[in-house]
């Protein structure tokens, strides 16, 4: 019998481990943003590990289901979930367009729907009392303190993202018609603007910069445990435990340095800010985004 010359069909439905993380590579390399990317990689990792640990069966809507089902049962919060969703909607997108999928079956997976959050309240806000309360728990002596001091008060009186704080350099800080501003500041999406320094913020900055000092290149620099400065960055982990440990001396809980942005928003419109210009000074590509951060009734789902 003459072998039969008949190609196998590429299959549609079970992609192998190999084909998923050569689909979660271009899925983050579609993502401009840093944190963007960091997020999907985890959230797809999960998923991928996930899979591939059950019984080879069709990635198809009732496996999703039954993984928003897992995410549920260890009482992840509605946003985290929707997050992880929103990350394999991704990689099922790509797979069909690499034809590991039918769009069949992606039609399907889009019709998993997230969990509803409405009336939950999104991040966490300060009031003006909590921000001066968060600003004066510093040693002004130390090294540390008037970095750490720097930090917050960036977040707190800019609205700057973990990353923004982060990439922030020396020479980006300048006068401009008579202000203190971080001109051409690059933001998520690759979005440039320029973003009021007020003076209280500017003095916390110059105590740092003097201090050290810098004079070129990032702002904030590492500091070893004996208090010398080294190295030529810092991480955005530093800029997390910074927000930790100043949110623990002013016994507040539950505080991430993105409710220092939110902080910054509401305190901003507290006191007559328009919409559109609270928009331009975060850098949201949306007024609607501008709008949810400031309204705390808002679901996740709109920012």
Not at 110 to 125: A, F, Y
Not at 174 to 178: G, L, M, Y
């Given at each position: 019998?003459?072998?039969?010359?008949?190609?196998?069909?590429?299959?549609?439905?079970?992609?192998?481990?190999?084909?998923?993380?050569?689909?979660?590579?271009?899925?983050?390399?579609?993502?401009?943003?840093l944190q963007s990317r960091r997020s999907y990689q985890h959230a797809m990792?999960?998923?991928?590990?996930?899979?591939?640990?059950?019984?080879?069966?069709?990635?198809?809507?009732?496996?999703v289901l039954r993984y928003r089902m897992q995410l549920e049962t260890q009482q992840l919060a509605p946003?985290?979930?929707?997050?992880?969703?929103?990350?394999?909607r991704r990689l099922v997108y790509e797979a069909a367009d690499t034809g590991l999928?039918?769009?069949?079956?992606?039609?399907?997976?889009?019709?998993?729907?997230?969990?509803?959050?409405?009336?939950?309240?999104?991040?966490?806000?300060?009031t003006a009392s909590e921000g001066e309360k968060l600003l004066s728990g510093f040693d002004p002596l130390s090294l540390r303190g008037k970095r750490d001091a720097a930090i917050i008060s960036l977040l707190l009186?800019?609205?700057l993202r973990r990353s923004e704080v982060v990439g922030l350099k020396v020479h980006a800080i300048?006068?401009?018609?008579?202000h203190w501003a971080i001109v051409d500041l690059i933001g998520k999406g690759g979005r440039v603007r320029t973003v009021p320094l007020p003076e209280w913020v500017k003095t916390a900055v110059d105590r740092w910069a003097e201090s050290v000092p810098v004079v070129s290149g990032?702002?904030?620099?590492?500091?070893?445990?004996?208090?010398?400065?080294?190295?030529?960055?810092?991480?955005?982990n530093v800029v997390w435990y910074v927000v930790k440990a100043c949110a623990?001396?002013?016994?507040?809980?539950?505080?991430?340095?993105?409710?220092?942005?939110?902080?910054?928003?509401?305190?901003?419109?507290?006191?007559g800010g328009e919409l559109e210009q609270i928009q331009f000074l975060l850098g949201h590509a949306s007024v609607q985004t501008t709008n949810a951060t400031l309204d705390a009734n808002k679901i996740s789902a709109d920012l």
């Open positions: 019998m003459k072998p039969s010359n008949r190609k196998k069909s590429k299959r549609t439905d079970r992609p192998t481990l190999p084909e998923l993380d050569q689909t979660k590579r271009s899925v983050l390399n579609s993502l401009a943003s990792d999960e998923f991928i590990d996930w899979y591939c640990s059950e019984p080879r069966l069709a990635l198809n809507r009732g496996v946003a985290t979930i929707n997050v992880r969703l929103a990350a394999v999928l039918s769009s069949e079956l992606v039609a399907g997976i889009r019709r998993v729907k997230g969990i509803p959050q409405l009336g939950r309240r999104v991040g966490n806000w300060l009186g800019c609205g300048q006068r401009r018609e008579d990032k702002l904030f620099r590492s500091i070893r445990k004996n208090g010398t400065v080294w190295g030529s960055g810092i991480t955005q623990g001396r002013a016994e507040i809980k539950a505080l991430a340095p993105h409710d220092l942005r939110r902080t910054c928003a509401r305190l901003c419109h507290a006191a």
